[in-house]
């Protein structure tokens, strides 16, 4: 395989002009993050975040799990969410169900 085909395989879509084929690795950040950089535009991103995204069928989980009376702590191995997400998120529900009152 020569270099050029290996940029065309990499998976990746650029930030600036969007464009899918052409993306080559291009180092990585601090915490270990794939860097890519578009070979047309030659902007530099990161491929994937490594920020978790969730949904709002995992918040209404965790607010029905604490209404049943379970430890944030059972929520969080239960659901696989951090107990300080968990934490946070039923701390927004008792204040958001306190100003409704």
């Given at each position: ?54 949904v709002q ?8 799990l604490h ?5 944030s702590r ?28």
């Amino acid at each position: 395989m020569d270099k050029e085909t290996v940029t065309e395989t990499l998976s990746g879509k650029c930030t600036k002009c969007f464009t899918v084929v052409l993306q080559r690795k291009s180092g990585k950040t601090s915490d270990g993050t794939q860097i890519m950089q578009c070979v047309p535009c030659g902007k530099r991103y990161v491929e994937k975040s490594k920020q978790n995204t969730y949904v709002q069928d995992d918040k209404e989980n965790v607010a029905l799990l604490h209404e049943e009376g379970n430890s944030s702590r059972f929520i969080s191995r239960k659901l696989g969410i951090p107990k300080s997400t968990v934490s946070r998120w039923v701390k927004q529900a008792t204040n958001s169900l306190e100003k409704e009152s």
